[in-house]
C-alpha cells in the first residue's frame, strides 16, 4: 500500500542552521506530495506541494523537490529561525485513493 | 474568508457520556475528513466523507460515529464504547479528488475524566 516514511525526531539545531528532513514514499500510483506544518495547539497547515516530478514546492523560505528516481521528498531551509519551531508532516495523496496517507512526523526545535 | 471551524476547542466529559465534535466548512469542499492525533504520535484517520449522506470507516473507526447531511458540515460523535478517548480531534476537508492537499481546522482537544 501507499506509505510515507520520515526522519525520526526530534531535530534540534540553532538558529540560523540549515534544515533538510527527509521524506521518501511508497506509492502504487502517481502521486502528489505535500510538506504540512503544525505549530503548538494547533491544526495543521499546508507549507508546500509538488503534483509533478522533478516540481519544486516552496514557500516561507522552504522548499522541497519531487525525485521520482529516488521517491523522496526532503524539506530544506537554509537558514532556520526560532519561529520555524513545529511539528512537520509529509504526506502523498494518489488519484482515485480518497485520503491523504501522512508520515508520523518530525518535530523541530530551534535554539536561540 | 473561507476555512474549517472546529468547535469547541477544549472540551471535558465524564467517563461514560457520548460527545459530538462539531465540524464546519464553508469552502465548498465535497470531501471531509476526521483524524485523531496523541501526543507524540501521526494522525491516524477515524472516518471520512467524499459526498452528502454517504461515508466510510477511517483506520480507527471503532468507538466514533459520524454523520454527512449536509455539505458544510461533519459532526464526529465519540461515544461510550470508544476505550480511550482522550487526544487532539482534528478535521479537514478537500475537492473530491485531494489531489491539491487539505484544509484543516484548529482541532479540539477532548479530555476525559
Known amino acids: 500500500g501507499d506509505s510515507v516514511t520520515q526522519m525520526e525526531g526530534p531535530v534540534t539545531l540553532s538558529e540560523e542552521a540549515f534544515l533538510t528532513i527527509n521524506c521518501t514514499y511508497t506509492a502504487t500510483g502517481y502521486p502528489s506530495l505535500f510538506w504540512y506544518v503544525q505549530y503548538p495547539g494547533e491544526g495543521l497547515q499546508l507549507l508546500l506541494k509538488?503534483?509533478?516530478?522533478?516540481d519544486k514546492g516552496s514557500n516561507k523560505g522552504f522548499e522541497a523537490t519531487y525525485r521520482k528516481e529516488t521517491t523522496s521528498f526532503h524539506l530544506e531551509k537554509g537558514s532556520v529561525q526560532v519561529s520555524d519551531s513545529a511539528v512537520y508532516f509529509c504526506a502523498l495523496s494518489v488519484a482515485g485513493a480518497q485520503k491523504l496517507v501522512f508520515g508520523q512526523g518530525t518535530r523541530l526545535t530551534i535554539n536561540p | 474568508d473561507g476555512g474549517i471551524t472546529q468547535s469547541p476547542k477544549y472540551l471535558f466529559r465524564k467517563e461514560g457520556q457520548n460527545v459530538t465534535l462539531s465540524c464546519e466548512q464553508n469552502l465548498n469542499h465535497d470531501a471531509m475528513y476526521w483524524y485523531r492525533q496523541d501526543p507524540g504520535q501521526g494522525l491516524r484517520l477515524i472516518y471520512y466523507s467524499q459526498i452528502v449522506n454517504d461515508f466510510q470507516k477511517g483506520d480507527i473507526a471503532e468507538g466514533y460515529s459520524v454523520s454527512r447531511e449536509k455539505k458544510e458540515s461533519f459532526p464526529l460523535t465519540v461515544t461510550s464504547a470508544q476505550k480511550n478517548p482522550t487526544a487532539f480531534y482534528l478535521c479537514?476537508?478537500?475537492?473530491?479528488?485531494?489531489?491539491?492537499?487539505?484544509?484543516f481546522g484548529s482541532g479540539t482537544r477532548l479530555t476525559v475524566v
Open positions: 479537514a476537508s478537500s475537492d473530491r479528488v485531494g489531489h491539491y492537499g487539505y484544509t
Open positions: 509538488a503534483t509533478k516530478a522533478d
